[in-house]
Nanobody
Framework: QVQLVESGGGLVQAGSSLRLSCAAS????????MGWFRRAPGKEREFVGG????????YYADSVKGRFTISRDNAKNTMYLQMNSLKSEDTAVYYC??????????????????WGQGTQVTVSS
C-alpha cells in the first residue's frame, strides 16, 4: 500500500503563486509515475500533470502548460506542483495520485491506483 497526503493549498489572489506538496509513504518503491488531478466546482475531475520515476518526463494539460511545474524528490518521497500565474479558474480541489501499474505518464485516472484526499486551492480575482 501507498499513502499520499497533499498539503500547501490555500486562498491566494489571481496572478500569485502556490506550491503544493504530496508526501508518499508505504511501498513507495513500487510507484512508477505520479500525477496531479483537480476537480473544480461543477466540473468533472481533470488531469493536471504527471511525472515519471526519474522526474525527467513530464506531461501537462494545455490549460496549465507554461504556468505549472511538476517535480519530485525521491529522497524525500515527495512530489510538488509549483503553480504560477494562478487564475480564478484554477480554483479546485487538487488530488495527488500515484501508479504502480503504469511506467508511462498517462492522463487516464484509472491508471492511478493510489490517491490522496485532496487539498483546496482557491484563487480570488
Amino acid at each position: 500500500q501507498v499513502q499520499l497526503v497533499e498539503s500547501g493549498g490555500g486562498l491566494v489572489q489571481a496572478g500569485s503563486s502556490l506550491r503544493l506538496s504530496c508526501a508518499a509513504s508505504g511501498r513507495t518503491f513500487s510507484v512508477y509515475i505520479m500525477g496531479w488531478f483537480r476537480r473544480a466546482p461543477g466540473k468533472e475531475r481533470e488531469f493536471v500533470g504527471g511525472i515519471n520515476w526519474s522526474g525527467r518526463s513530464t506531461y501537462y494539460a494545455d490549460s496549465v502548460k507554461g504556468r505549472f511545474t511538476i517535480s519530485r524528490d525521491n529522497a524525500k518521497n515527495t512530489m510538488y506542483l509549483q503553480m504560477n500565474s494562478l487564475k480564478s479558474e484554477d480554483t479546485a480541489v487538487y488530488y495527488c495520485a500515484a501508479s504502480s501499474t503504469s511506467v508511462v505518464v498517462t492522463t487516464t485516472s484509472s491508471a492511478y491506483n493510489y490517491w490522496g484526499q485532496g487539498t483546496q486551492v482557491t484563487v480570488s480575482s
